[in-house]
């Protein structure tokens, strides 16, 4: 018998609430998040990079992965809504 291991995602795609970005930013989900997010969830996330302080910003989540590339990632602070998502997926396929 095949292993139905179902493996959830570990990362998400989360656009926030910028002036200055119109692309959305690869996060970590964390443990006690894992399984409960999907797309249109309303997040909080960190943002800024370098020496600067960072803010917490609110985003949607556009999508999730399993493995992420390279680039290095924050992990999702909290999640709004009980994972309701806010935005249906035909909204989102217009972000």
Known sequence: MLDAT??????????VE?????R?????????????L???VRV??????GKQKKR????VVQSLIAEPNDEPVS???DM????VPVLSPALMRLA
């Open 80 to 83: 709004f809504d009980d994972g």
């Open 56 to 59: 917490e910003l609110l985003g």
């Open 44 to 49: 909080l996330v960190p943002f800024g990079r």
């Open 24 to 36: 959305p930013f690869l996060y970590s989900i964390p443990d006690e998040l894992s399984g409960r």
């Open 75 to 77: 992990e999702i602070l």
């Open 6 to 15: 179902i493996t959830p995602e570990k990362f998400a795609f989360v656009y």
């Open 18 to 22: 910028s002036a200055y970005s119109d």
């Open 38 to 40: 999907s797309a249109g």
